[in-house]
Structure formats: C-alpha cells, structure tokens
C-alpha cells in the first residue's frame, strides 16, 4: 500500500516563508511526476507546482518567482519552498505523484496566511 503524507503546513504573516514537505512511502518501485496542488472551498483544486523525475519543473502563475519544487527521489519526498507569502494564498495544499503508474493523493495540509 502507497501513502503521501503532506506536513510542513501552519499559519504565517503575509511575506513570510513556508517549506511543504510530502512523503511517500509503502510498496514504492517507481515515482515519476509529483505535484502540487491547492484548493480553497467553493473552488477548484488548482495546480501549484509539477517537477518530473529527471527534475523538469513548471509553476501555476499565482506562484511563479516566489515559489521552488524539489525533489529527493533517494528519499521519495518532494517539497516546495514558498516565499513572499500573500493572504491569497491560504489554501489546503495536497500533493500528487504518479507512483507505480498510478496516481496517489495525500490528505492535505493548511495553509493560513494573515495579512
């Protein structure tokens, strides 16, 4: 059995810096694209950040420039680095992997940032 588990996730300060981690682990042979998503009520899940296994990285707009995915495939954790924090980006952050050719959700983890 696969399990993502998000953590890194809390309340800061508009301008201040989070660092989201997401761990896989269970029967694991191989992980290709991880993501990033977030979603706040009402709205869609909306896609934050995508970094392929090679390391191939795209960023949803609302993040670009403040916002860094990585990978430790020795480790099979992903993380994002998100700076310049903005109220607007309060939101459930969940992470997604492609692990074993099929697609895995974590539970998710908030994100509350105060103005």
């Known amino acids: 059995q696969v399990q993502l588990v998000e953590s890194g996730g809390g309340l800061v300060q508009a301008g201040g810096s989070l660092k989201l981690s997401c761990a896989a682990s269970g029967s694991i042979f191989s992980i290709n694209t991880m993501s990033w998503y977030r979603q706040v009520p009402g709205k869609q899940r909306e896609l934050v950040a995508v970094i392929t296994r090679g390391g191939s990285r795209n960023y949803g707009d609302s993040v670009k420039g403040r916002s860094t995915i990585s990978r430790d495939n020795a480790k099979n954790t992903m993380y994002l680095q998100m700076n310049s924090l903005k109220p607007e980006d309060t939101a459930v952050y969940y992470c997604?992997?492609?692990?074993?050719?099929?697609?895995?959700w974590g539970q998710g983890t908030q994100v509350t940032v105060s103005s």
């Open positions: 997604n992997a492609n692990i074993n050719l099929v697609s895995y």
